[in-house]
């Protein structure tokens, strides 16, 4: 049998990730290949981390890219701030604040849930009568951006309560990272997580991750071993430090980290002020082309991410048909609900480069035509 090379459709991707790249993204990736130790390699990834640092607000030394997904970023998050027995407060109002439950307890850590409807924040209060009950709380846990739903919790107000009972905060901003503005310094995060195929529109499969001092010191620590080897970031810190002590842990994606470092450079020039109201402007200009369909939000104004946006389906509308029309006949995707919310709401997506009204125009044009409105 002869196969043939693959054919991509050109698809436009406005569902929960990845999103479509930047033409300059799409052309660092097939940059010639250079070894991982190069020392002009070397140099790049120094300009990752500086501008790393830039677009999550932070000073922090230990800023970095893990070379696999948001997953990954979560998962070294949890695995090297979290012993056995320690008790983790999270806050869990949607998909992906479950998943951050299951990593505590894969740790052997004590799990404390602050539960939350889905499509709404995080309680603050809820969380500082959990941090009240439980004084022995090391850490605490909470999404930034619920992809799953669309809503934004303030990670401020969640970090500055932790921060009165002493605990380390783990953030997970994969969906908010230069959409929205994450202060990782001012607001005093400790581990701050993301990824790199939604609002930097960059190629999955990298998970851009910062640290604070005292989450390094907690590392450092630690009375019991770090158990992924390949997450354990104690066995990088040299290889991160650029002290020019660079040696052999795994071998970097390169041709993603050229990507990455296009994306980055994208982000830095637009500057984050621009990112984040290019975003909202998006975000305007969908919903008055949704209301004007009828459609109605799942999430309240106040907390709605500008970068995804959940609406219930309608009456007499079925989610795959409709969704399969749009593939099919637009080549355009749409996140369909996930979990309690499976069948019943849609997630548009309007993250980096597609955050600009020609999306947002095609989008509502394609659901008019396929909803016959
Ligand atoms: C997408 C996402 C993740 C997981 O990222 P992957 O790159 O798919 O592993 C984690 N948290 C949130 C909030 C996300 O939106």
Redesign the pocket.
């Known amino acids: 049998m002869k196969y043939s090379s693959f054919q991509t459709p050109e698809r436009r991707l406005l569902g929960?990730?990845p999103t479509n790249l930047y033409p300059e993204v799409s052309q660092a990736l097939t940059r010639p290949e250079v070894g991982h130790l190069d020392p002009k390699f070397v140099e790049m990834m120094d300009e990752v981390k500086s501008m790393l640092r830039y677009l999550f607000q932070t000073k922090n030394e230990f800023t970095i890219a893990i070379s696999?997904?948001?997953?990954?970023?979560?998962e070294a998050s949890f695995v090297n701030l979290v012993e056995p027995g320690d008790k983790v407060i999270v806050c869990v109002n949607?998909?992906?604040g479950g998943?951050m439950v299951e990593n505590v307890e894969r740790i052997g850590g004590e799990a404390v849930v602050v539960d939350d409807e889905w499509g709404t924040p995080v309680s603050l209060d809820k969380l500082e009568e959990s941090l009240k009950n439980n004084p022995d709380t090391k850490v605490v846990a909470f999404?930034?951006?619920?992809?799953?739903t669309g809503v934004r919790s303030d990670a401020k107000e969640i970090a500055e309560i932790s921060k009165k009972y002493e605990c380390l905060v783990i953030a997970?901003?994969?969906?908010?990272f230069t959409g929205i503005p994450i202060l990782t310094d001012e607001w005093g995060l400790d581990a701050v997580?993301s990824?790199?195929?939604?609002c930097l529109s960059c190629v999955?499969?990298l998970?851009p991750l910062t640290f604070s001092d005292k989450a390094i010191e907690k590392i450092k620590n630690r009375n019991s071993k770090i158990q992924s080897w390949f997450l354990d970031q104690t066995l990088v810190l040299d290889y991160w430090s650029g002290q020019g002590k660079r040696s052999y842990h795994h071998t970097a994606p390169i041709n993603s980290i050229f990507a990455l470092h296009e994306a980055l450079r994208l982000a830095c020039d637009e500057t984050l002020e621009k990112l984040w109201s290019r975003h909202l402007n998006a975000h305007h200009r969908l919903k008055k082309g949704l209301d004007e369909l009828n459609f109605n939000f799942v999430v309240d104004k106040e907390y709605r991410l500008p970068q995804?946006n959940s609406i219930y389906i309608p009456d007499g509308y079925d989610d795959l048909e409709v969704r399969s029309r749009l593939l099919n006949d637009f080549n355009l995707e749409i996140g369909a609900g996930l979990g309690k919310f499976s069948g019943k709401i849609w997630r548009i997506g309007l993250m980096g480069y597609n955050a600009r009204s020609e999306s947002v125009d095609y989008c509502l044009d394609s659901l008019k035509s396929v909803l016959n409105k």
Request: neutral net charge; hydrophobic residues 30%.
């Open positions: 929960a990730g696999a997904p948001g997953s990954a970023g979560m949607g998909l992906f998943r999404v930034h951006a619920e992809t799953s997970d901003t994969v969906t908010s997580y990824g790199s195929q939604k999955p499969g998970s995804m």
